[in-house]
């Protein structure tokens, strides 16, 4: 696959504050990227810099080959950017707003209105193409500045939290839109502190946090880190052999509060037969499985939950 993004070293302070801090990204044509970390993280100033629209104080990036450079915007016109807040114009019609943002990026009047209608359509707002977004749910608003970015036909495109405000119903449409674009080979980056979008839509997950990528990886590769893969929970009749479950291959830690037992795995498969045989006499009435997740892989690398990270 061509890789679509490049960039390397970004750095970025406000002050004293430092925001980012040697951030490389590469990101591949059909590729989705998702750049998860907490509130503060430093997601939009680094997508900022990959844009254009904040100029790094280090590093460099690179376009489908091209540097971003600030005097010129060949490279900048391969970019599609859905900001963490809406832009829109609230008292021009849906397809207005389109027709506008083709303008701007030198569509002529006649392509601007073909896109538009184009991608009202995919975004499923057709009927609505003659409607203020004023009047319009976030989802909806959301959608339309999903088109807004596309109408250049970008081959990256940067999503900064774009489920924000958004209904369940609004966001798997979100959802199934970036399915589509990815087929269609875009490259994109998505930024979110939910660690269930970026299981569910990423090819490759980019945990950052104070500035700095923490981890990066497929998620099975991520998950893969950990020593704990799986924990079980059992609720048990008679008291287990304790010494012969620690003692068991696969088994990582224990815990046995009366009849409660808490076991951490690192491989259920493994761990499976001897737990059996371990626990056939003590009359097991329920069993609770939990597999790690990407919020295990964030607690381990930085000691603090994904969603108590509040940095600001
Ligand atoms: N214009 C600015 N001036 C001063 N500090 C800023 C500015 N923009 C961001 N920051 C600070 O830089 C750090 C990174 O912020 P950034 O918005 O990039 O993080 P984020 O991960 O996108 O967070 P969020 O999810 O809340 O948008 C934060 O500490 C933030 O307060």
Same mark, same amino acid.
């Given at each position: 696959?061509?890789?679509?993004?490049?960039?390397?070293?970004?750095?970025? %302070?406000?002050?004293?504050?430092?925001?980012?801090?040697?951030?490389? /990204?590469?990101? %591949?044509?059909?590729?989705?990227?998702?750049?998860?970390?907490?509130?503060?993280?430093?997601?939009?100033?680094?997508?900022?810099?990959?844009?254009?629209?904040? %100029?790094?104080?280090? =590093?460099?990036?690179?376009?489908?080959?091209?540097? /971003?450079?600030?005097?010129t915007d060949s490279a900048k016109r391969r970019i599609g950017l859905v900001p963490q807040e809406i832009a829109l114009f609230e008292d021009l019609s849906a397809r207005t707003n389109l027709q506008v943002l083709g303008g701007l990026y030198g569509l002529d009047r006649a392509s601007a209105t073909a896109r538009a209608d184009a991608l009202l359509?995919?975004?499923?707002?057709?009927?609505? &193409?003659?409607?203020k977004p004023a009047h319009f749910s976030g989802g909806m608003k959301r959608r339309l500045n999903i088109a807004g970015a596309l109408m250049h036909d970008p081959d990256l495109i940067l999503l900064d939290e774009p489920t924000a405000g958004v209904d369940p119903h609004s966001r798997n449409a979100i959802f199934e839109l970036l399915e589509q674009l990815k087929r269609q080979g875009k490259?994109? $980056?998505?930024?979110?502190?939910?660690?269930?979008?970026?299981?569910?839509?990423?090819?490759? $997950?980019? $945990? $950052?946090?104070?500035?700095?990528?923490?981890?990066?990886?497929?998620?099975?590769?991520? /998950?893969?880190?950990?020593?704990?893969?799986?924990?079980?929970?059992?609720?048990?009749?008679?008291?287990?052999?304790? &010494?012969?479950l620690r003692a068991l291959p696969g088994v990582l830690s224990l815990r046995c509060e009366g009849l409660q037992l808490q076991v951490g795995l690192s491989n259920l498969d493994?761990?499976? &037969?001897?737990?059996?045989?371990?626990?056939? =006499?003590?009359?097991?009435?329920?069993?609770?499985?939990?597999?790690?997740?990407?919020?295990?892989?964030?607690?381990?690398?930085? =000691?603090?939950a994904l969603r108590d990270g509040e940095m600001r």
């Open positions: 696959m061509d890789t679509v993004l490049e960039a390397q070293g970004l750095h970025k %302070r406000y002050g004293e504050r430092v925001a980012v801090q040697a951030v490389s /990204l590469q990101v %591949r044509a059909g590729e989705l990227v998702a750049l998860l970390g907490p509130n503060g993280a430093g997601k939009s100033s680094t997508v900022g810099m990959v844009s254009g629209l904040l %100029r790094p104080d280090a =590093g460099q990036v690179r376009v489908a080959g091209a540097a /971003l450079d600030q005097a359509a995919w975004v499923g707002l057709s009927e609505r &193409a003659k409607d490259a994109l $980056i998505y930024t979110t502190h939910y660690m269930e979008e970026a299981e569910r839509l990423a090819d490759r $997950i980019v $945990i $950052i946090d104070h500035g700095q990528v923490v981890a990066e990886g497929r998620l099975p590769e991520l /998950l893969a880190q950990l020593p704990v893969a799986q924990t079980l929970s059992l609720q048990l009749s008679a008291p287990p052999d304790v &010494a012969a493994l761990a499976a &037969a001897g737990l059996l045989q371990a626990l056939a =006499g003590c009359g097991v009435q329920q069993v609770h499985s939990a597999r790690a997740s990407l919020e295990d892989v964030f607690l381990s690398l930085t =000691g603090r």
